[in-house]
């Protein structure tokens, strides 16, 4: 599951702080071409943020 930590995102609104780490690891190779990304609702849950963070961030 993808962690990241929501309180290091100073004064950026969460789905852009999401959308950049999301973003990173994409280009890092922590996330690969293919590779099925969490649900929205399991991804808002295990980051304690709403659905529709992760959904815009998405």
């Known amino acids: 599951m993808l962690t990241y930590s929501l309180e290091k995102r ?7 702080y ?4 999301i973003k990173k690891d994409i280009i890092a190779g ?6 099925k990304m969490p649900s929205k ?3 808002a849950e295990h980051l ?6 992760v959904e ?3």
């Open 10 to 16: 100073g004064d950026k609104p969460r789905y852009l």
């Open 30 to 35: 922590k996330i690969k071409s293919g590779e």
């Open 48 to 53: 304690g943020t709403s659905v529709i963070t």
């Open 18 to 21: 999401l959308y950049n780490e």
């Open 56 to 58: 815009n961030a998405y």
């Open 41 to 43: 609702r399991a991804l």
